[in-house]
Structure formats: C-alpha cells, structure tokens
T-cell receptor
Framework: GENVEQHPSTLSVQEGDSAVIKCTYS??????FPWYKQELGKGPQLIID?????GEKKDQRIAVTLNKTAKHFSLHITETQPEDSAVYFC??????????????FGRGTSLIVHP | DSGVTQTPKHLITATGQRVTLRCSPR?????VYWYQQSLDQGLQFLIQ???????AKGNILERFSAQQFPDLHSELNLSSLELGDSALYFC????????????FGPGTRLTVL
C-alpha cells in the first residue's frame, strides 16, 4: 500500500519568514495530493491540493509543488503569520477498487510562527 | 465551518462498553469517510460509505462497524471498548466518486477509562 513520509515533524519560524514542509510517497499510481491544516480542537481543513498532471499550484501565500519522478511534493508558505500556526498534513491518494480515493496521510508537521 | 457535523463532541466511557458516533455530511455529499486520529498512529482511514453502501475499508477493527442511512447520515459503532480505542474520530464527506476533496467534521473525542 501507499506510504507517505512527512518532514519535519516540527517547524518553528519567525513571523514573515517562509516555511517549507516536504512529503514523499511510494505508490506511483497516486495522482492526488491534498494538504490539510488542523488547528487545535478542530478537524483537518483542506487548504490546497494538486493533481499529478500539474507541477505547481499557488493560492495567495500558499504553494504546492509536485515532482512525480522523485515521488515528492512540498508545501510552501510565504510571509508566515501567527495564525498560520497549526499542524499541517500531507496526503497521497489514487484510484482504488470501486473508484474510491482513500488518502494516506503523513504524520503531520507542527508549524509554530513566532510574532 | 466545513458543513459536516459530528455528535457528540466528547465521550467518556469505560472499557467493555459500546458507543455510537454520529455524522451528518455536507448537504449534497453522498460519500462519508471515518478516520481515527491518535498520537501514535496519526490519521488512519477506517471505512467509507457511498450512498448507503460500503465502498472501501481500511484498518477498521472487527469490534467497530458503521452504516450510512437513507438520509445519508452515518454512524460509527465501537464495541467492547479498550483503553487503546481512546482517540479522536473524524468523519469526512465528499460530493461523489471519483471526487477527491474531503471535508472533515470537528471530530468526536473518545476517552475510554
């Protein structure tokens, strides 16, 4: 089955700095890569996703890149703000039997943005 | 607010007991997913239902079962509870297959004493 590795487990930055979180996956059939942000006491919230036919996607201060050959993808947050502090999860999924897309999640990165 | 609701928010019970967690998907979403989140295992997929039928199964214990009702809400039943079942249980929903975007509910925190 799919295996997703996520690094680092903790990332501490100063407000205004950039933050980068990296993930690798093992199953070459995976073709959808969402990123989730989980704040304390809440469920994961989809913040950006990328599909395997695209190498990069950007949404304001957040960008995601995908390298299919190397099987890795990254989340980039620029101009970090204290409200970006949360746990971020990457995931990888591809079509399974019956057409379901069941994501395999990384272990999460705790991002701390210091004012 | 994702539009997915889960009840109860917190649940405290004893070993050996049985509990039911409830999830209402976003309006229009046909697919419901259940996940378990614990500190040592991370976010683990348990089971998926689509329009009332089981569609995919993950690392779900035999003591656990789920169903999706005609109104599309879903229930996760956990029986013969053990201390190790203490975790956050999340429900997520998506529009339809093969749409991948999942929207998560706020979760139910289960504590087994």
């Amino acid at each position: 089955g799919e295996n997703v590795e996520q690094h680092p487990s903790t990332l501490s930055v100063q407000e205004g700095d950039s933050a980068v979180i990296k993930c690798t996956y093992s199953d070459s059939a995976s073709n959808y890569f969402p990123w989730y942000k989980q704040e304390l006491g809440k469920g994961p919230q989809l913040i950006i996703d990328i599909r395997s036919n695209v190498g990069e996607k950007k949404d304001q201060r957040i960008a995601v890149t995908l390298n299919k050959t190397a099987k890795h993808f990254s989340l980039h947050i620029t101009e970090t703000q204290p409200e970006d502090s949360a746990v971020y999860f990457c995931a990888a999924s591809g079509p399974k039997t019956g057409g379901s897309y069941i994501p395999t999640f990384g272990r999460g990165t705790s991002l701390i943005v210091h004012p | 607010d994702s539009g997915v609701t889960q009840t109860p928010k917190h649940l405290i019970t004893a070993t050996g007991q049985r509990v039911t967690l409830r999830c209402s998907p976003r309006s229009g979403d046909l697919s419901v997913y259940w996940y378990q989140q614990s500190l040592d295992q991370g976010l683990q997929f348990l089971i998926q239902y689509y329009n009332g039928e089981e569609r995919a199964k993950g690392n779900i214990l035999e003591r656990f079962s789920a169903q999706q009702f005609p109104d599309l809400h879903s229930e996760l039943n956990l029986s013969s509870l053990e201390l190790g079942d203490s975790a956050l249980y999340f429900c997520a929903s998506s529009v339809a297959l093969p749409n991948n975007e999942q929207f998560f509910g706020p979760g139910t925190r289960l504590t087994v004493l």
